[in-house]
Structures are given as C-alpha cells and as structure tokens.
C-alpha cells in the first residue's frame, strides 16, 4: 500500500522529494525481537516463532524499498534510515523508580480512592520523567518543590549514587549503566530545560525496547544502531562508512547534494565522507 501510493504519487504529479515511511520494523522489534534469540530463555518453539516474525517483517520492507527503486533516475539519491536498532529481552525490566524509592529520594504512598501507588510530593525530592530523566523537586520550579537551590547539586549527586549503587534484586547485578549530570550530560547531545536534572541509561539485558539504555548496546541478535544507506547521483558506491551517521546528519547532507542551505537549527553535519565529490559546490 505504502509503494502503491509512492508510486500513484511521483507519475500523476512532478516531484523533487520524496519521504515514505514505515514503522513495521519497530512493531517487529516490540513484538518479535524480545522472544526471537535464546538470550530471552523462552522456548524454543517461541523463540523461532518470533524469529520467523521478524524475517517476514523485514522481506516485506525489502519488498517495498525494491519498488520504490523503480522511480530513481540517474540524477536521484536514494536515502535510507531507521530511527532505532533493538534488543532481546534477558531479565526483567528493571524501574529507576525503584532505585530512587530504595534510597528515600521517592516517596509512593497508597491512594485511598483507587489504591494505587502514588507519588507524595511532600517528602519526594526526585522523581523520573520522560524516558531517561530524573529531575529534582526544586523549589520556584516544581509546583510541590521542597529542594532548595542551595542543595540542587548535593540531590544530583545523590541521585547518582543511588541510580549507580543500586542492585537488581532478581540477579543481585547493577542494571544501570550510567548516570549523569545535566550538565555533564552534554556528552551525549543531550542538553537544555528539558533534559532531567541527571540522565541515566540501563545495560540491554535490564530492558528490551529502546529509549532506556545506550544507542551503541548490543545484545543476542539485536543491537541499537541505526542504519544509513544512501546510493545515486553523487554518492560513492560500494563503501562502508568508518565514521559515526546520526539521524541528525541526513539532513544537512540531503540539502547539501540539492544545492540549497542546510536548516538553520540543524544539529548535524554533512556526511561527506559518503560523497563522490564533496567539494562539487566549489566549482560551481
């Protein structure tokens, strides 16, 4: 369906771009990946089922992507990229609530109406937001703060420790496999209001998905790289990229093969490296 419209699209009407997407892949790491390698100890008969799943999955965006080449001209680049690689499920999924409850940074209390744990904001002084972030109930920020400014880098701290020292009480091992300042956290192009007061990433084998654990991790059969493919006009054949391709590069390089200015907020770079001429705006 998804190259039927591509293909409806680009012969009834003059085109310079093209984006398509697929989100199949993702599905098939959420519902296959997790059970498709010994690594997870389901049975056998599950383990190839998934696996199986996973093949299929990827036949059909080979399908797609092969129909989509039909449209190329010599003058067209043909880019590829995913969002996300994933891994296997190994143990159980592990909470940085609980590291933080472990260490009386976070507070749960019962909720009489429901039952359900709640967060008692009086006595919490940190708590997790987004996918990899712990902020700090800081006073004059958080509508319940009761962290002075004074102690912001003291509660920092702590929550380190208590994220690194944290043991897995399943296995006895430390699941998580780093933790950071926001300001340290820089590094790893994270940075801004938004970012929690300390980022934190957990080892492969404490999450299956992705989101929680670095993008460089590897685990079974699976791996959280992202892939890049690029080929056509200008582009090198037959080479396998040595330098590191984030998602935030393929537009800065797209709009330097089209000739026209590379957005303006950009993070990214140009992956010159992958051009046949990468000067070829020189000589113009």
């Known amino acids: 369906c998804l190259a039927d419209t591509a293909l409806l699209l680009t012969q009834n009407h003059d ?14 790491s959420h519902f296959f990946l997790r059970l498709a390698d010994a690594t997870s100890g389901a049975e056998p008969h599950i383990i190839e089922r998934c ?54 940074l976070m507070v749960l209390e019962t909720d009489e109406m429901t039952g ?18 712990v902020f700090v109930n800081l006073q004059g920020r958080e509508p319940d703060g009761i962290v002075a400014a004074e102690d912001y880098a003291v509660t920092q701290r ?37 970012e929690g007061d300390v980022v934190y990433a957990l080892r492969p084998e404490f999450d299956g998905a992705h989101g929680f654990h670095l993008p460089t991790s590897r685990l079974g059969i699976g791996g959280q790289h992202a892939v890049f493919i690029m080929a056509g006009a200008g582009i090198k054949e037959g080479l396998h990229l040595r330098g590191q391709v984030r998602q935030v590069d393929v537009a800065p390089t797209i709009s330097y093969l089209l000739g026209i200015d590379v957005p303006r907020d950009t993070e990214g770079g140009v992956v ?8 070829w705006h020189l000589a113009m």
């Open 15 to 28: 085109w310079d771009l093209l984006f398509t997407e697929t989100h199949a892949s993702d599905y098939a």
């Open 51 to 104: 696996y199986q799943g996973i093949v299929r999955t990827y036949q059909s965006i080979d399908r797609w992507v092969g129909r989509l080449m039909t449209i190329a001209h010599d003058d067209t680049v043909v880019a590829i990229l995913s969002d996300h690689g994933g891994t296997p499920d190994k143990h159980r999924r592990v909470s940085v609530e609980e590291a933080l409850v472990e260490a009386g």
């Open 116 to 133: 359900q744990q709640i967060v008692n904001w009086s006595e919490t002084r940190a708590a997790p937001l987004g996918l990899c972030d």
């Open 158 to 194: 702590e929550i380190i420790d208590a994220i690194l020292d944290y043991r897995d009480y399943d296995t006895g091992q430390r699941p998580f496999t780093l933790a950071l300042t926001r300001q340290d956290a820089e590094v790893l192009n994270a940075w801004g209001e938004l």
């Open 272 to 279: 010159y490296e992958a051009l046949a001429n990468p000067n």
